[in-house]
């Protein structure tokens, strides 16, 4: 049985200020396969960006719809036996991968590692002040910690795309409930970029309605499964 090879997946929508960052920081791990980009309807300069990448990259396009549905449309094209997520506004450390994979062993069909949050530089310091940012590095179960078997991503289901945001959360939920066989390494595998314009910060209100949603099906689907939350 030959290597197993690895899809990653980038939904974006005007992420054009730090698009490239991001997408280089996949492109520098030699055992990515491919790399996956789903444009979300942007309007900025992120399909110039994106078309000078030439076959470097897979780009694709859909209509301004969410995160999640981009998300589930990057690993509906994925090709590779091993599928990992990265946000367009993210880096990924050197290494990332060849620690990730090196523990997706036996039956482990997941493997997630540590998250570290930075204060994206071009911030003055006043709006440094007013963001507070735990920059300790730290367990993550996010789908960008991961690096998950394409058919066990799928034996969970796709990411919920009637919510603007949490569909990360939901589909961790459910891979819990699920029996997904999971591991963790204490490598830093993500270093998330805080900025003005994060996905959370933007929806404000939406996101609470949405984690609240989140919250209650979590809470619901442990209780109707005997598993402890």
Known sequence: MGELTISAVMPVRDGA??????????LAEPEISELIV?????????????????????????????????????VREATGDLVAMQDSDDLWPPGRTRALRAALTGDIEAVFG???????????????SRLQVDTRPQASYLLQTSLIRR?????????DESLSSSANIDWISRARVGGLRT??????????RVHR???G?????????????VVRAHLERHR???ARP
């Not at 990259?57 to 981009?70: E, G, L, S, W, Y």
């Not at 540590?114 to 440094?128: A, N």
């Not at 058919?151 to 990411?159: E, N, Q, T, V």
């Not at 910060?201 to 609240?212: C, E, H, I, P």
Request: aromatic share 6%.
């Open 151 to 159: 058919d066990a991503f799928w034996r969970i289901g796709p990411l």
């Open 114 to 128: 540590w998250i570290e949050q930075f204060v994206t530089p071009e911030l003055d310091d006043d709006e440094r």
């Open 224 to 226: 109707d499964s005997g």
């Open 197 to 199: 314009s994060n996905l």
């Open 201 to 213: 910060r933007r929806l404000g209100a939406q996101k609470q309605d949405d984690l609240l949603r």
């Open 17 to 26: 200020p730090y698009l490239r960052e991001a997408i280089d920081s996949v």
């Open 183 to 192: 591991t963790v390494v204490s490598d830093i595998v993500l270093r998330r």
């Open 38 to 74: 789903v444009d979300d309807g942007s309007t900025d300069a992120t399909p110039e960006i994106l078309e000078s990448y030439g076959d470097r990259i897979r780009a694709v396009h859909q209509p301004a719809t969410c995160q999640a549905a981009a998300m589930n449309h990057g």
